[in-house]
C-alpha cells in the first residue's frame, strides 16, 4: 500500500531550476524521515539529501550543498527538492525513499523521474 510517486522530471538548460515533488501515501508520513536518491549511467547510486519528520533537520551530499533544498509539506504528505544552478553532472533519474525506521535504511522507493541538464 506504500506509494511514492515522484513528478517534475524534464529537461533543463545548465544552469537552470527545477523542482521535484514525491507525493506519499500508505503509511504515516510525518513519523518518517525521507530521502532523495539519484542514479546515473557510470556513477551508479548517490544519496542526494535527507530531512527528519518535522523538516527541522537537513543533509545534503557534498555535491548538491548550496544548491538543492530538501523540503516537506506534511499537511499534503509530500516531499520537495528544489535544484537550482544545475549542472550536467546532475543529471539522473531521482527516487524518493522512505525511511524504514531507526537504523534501518531506506524501505521503499518511488520509480523515480529523470532528470536532463543539457544544453
Known amino acids: 500500500q506504500v506509494q511514492l510517486v515522484e513528478s517534475g522530471g524534464g529537461l533543463v538548460q545548465p544552469g537552470g531550476s527545477l523542482r521535484l515533488s514525491c507525493a506519499a501515501s500508505?503509511?504515516?508520513?510525518?513519523?518518517?524521515?525521507m530521502y532523495w536518491v539519484r542514479q546515473s549511467p557510470g556513477k551508479g547510486l548517490e544519496w542526494v539529501s535527507s530531512i527528519d519528520p518535522a523538516g527541522s533537520t537537513t543533509y545534503y551530499a557534498d555535491s548538491v550543498k548550496g544548491r538543492f533544498t530538501i523540503s516537506r509539506d506534511n499537511a499534503k504528505d509530500t516531499l520537495i527538492l528544489q535544484m537550482n544552478s544545475l549542472k550536467s553532472e546532475d543529471t539522473a533519474v531521482y527516487y524518493c525513499?522512505?525511511?524504514?525506521?531507526?537504523?534501518?535504511?531506506?524501505?521503499?522507493w518511488g520509480k523515480g523521474t529523470l532528470i536532463t541538464v543539457s544544453s
Open positions: 500508505g503509511f504515516t508520513f510525518i513519523n518518517s524521515n
Open positions: 525513499a522512505k525511511s524504514g525506521g531507526r537504523g534501518h535504511g531506506m524501505d521503499y
